[in-house]
């Protein structure tokens, strides 16, 4: 049986036709996105953000999930309707800004977005195996169009810049804060011990080399390999399975309703 599992081909949906969709359309590689993605969060320098309206701490998983509801409107929508989402995402805070008082900083926007590059290659490589030259230049593109579209000023014109850039913002604008421990127990609360050791060990795979030093996460060589199996086996009956295993009930239909193909 075992065999069998490593020797099928992986799945793929008709529906998809770019490596932006695959990660935005598909709740598995969603999910892996926004778990991995919650590392940066934490040690970003303005993480206080998150905080300032409470929403973070109180529903992180709903905050997760209309991120990524926000992600696939983008990723499936003809050229007019991803400008006006991407202009939505933009205006979302600006009613916390105005009852703060000041804006968020232009180069926390920037952050974000390269953040979304970096992850969406590393969920993708873990999935499917490095993207192509020509896949990472296409979801380069994808993602700086949506950056231009938000107005996040000084963005990257080329991926040999961005390389570089992103470089300097991990080691620059990434430290540990007490914002940290906060928003993981946060998560931990909401997803309970069993779905949240998960957690950790997404996280350990995800997180870029220079945020490591910040937190203690671990994989673990069996994590490793039930990933490996996930992979060769992977169906739209695993991608619910794994829904049902990691995504509590009161959010399932939401994280469902991500694939493209529900």
């Known amino acids: 049986m075992l065999a069998h599992i490593l020797s099928r081909k992986p799945y793929s949906s008709s529906e998809i036709s770019n490596v932006f969709q695959e990660i935005s359309g598909n709740s598995d590689l969603a999910s892996l996105f926004w778990i991995g993605s919650a590392v940066e969060f934490a040690y970003h320098k303005d993480v206080d953000w998150l905080f300032f309206g409470k929403g973070i701490l109180q529903d992180p998983l709903l905050r997760v999930i209309i991120s990524a509801q926000y992600q696939k409107k983008f990723a499936f929508g003809p050229p007019e309707v991803q400008q006006r989402v991407a202009r939505q995402i933009r205006h979302f805070h600006t009613p916390l800004e105005q009852k703060r008082g000041f804006v968020i900083p232009p180069e926390a926007y920037l952050d974000v977005l390269m953040m979304i590059i970096d992850m969406g290659e590393r969920t993708y490589e873990l999935m499917h195996g490095p993207m192509s030259r020509e896949q990472r230049l296409e979801y380069f593109e994808m993602c700086r169009t949506m950056g231009q579209w938000m107005e996040i000023p000084h963005i990257p ?53 220079p945020l490591k030093p ?15 199996l996930y992979r060769r086996a992977r169906s739209k009956f695993t991608i619910t399975l794994l829904e049902t295993i990691l995504i509590p009930k009161r959010y399932r239909r939401q994280a469902h309703a991500i694939n493209v193909w529900a």
């Open 157 to 209: 014109r080329s991926y040999e810049e961005y390389l570089q850039v992103r470089e300097e913002s991990l080691h620059r604008n990434y430290r540990p804060s007490e914002y940290a421990g906060k928003l993981f127990q946060s998560y931990r609360s909401h997803f309970g011990p069993l779905r949240y050791y998960l957690v950790e060990r997404i996280m350990a795979l995800l997180s870029p080399a």
């Open 214 to 228: 910040f937190h203690q996460f671990k994989t673990g060589r069996f994590f490793s390999l039930a990933l490996k």
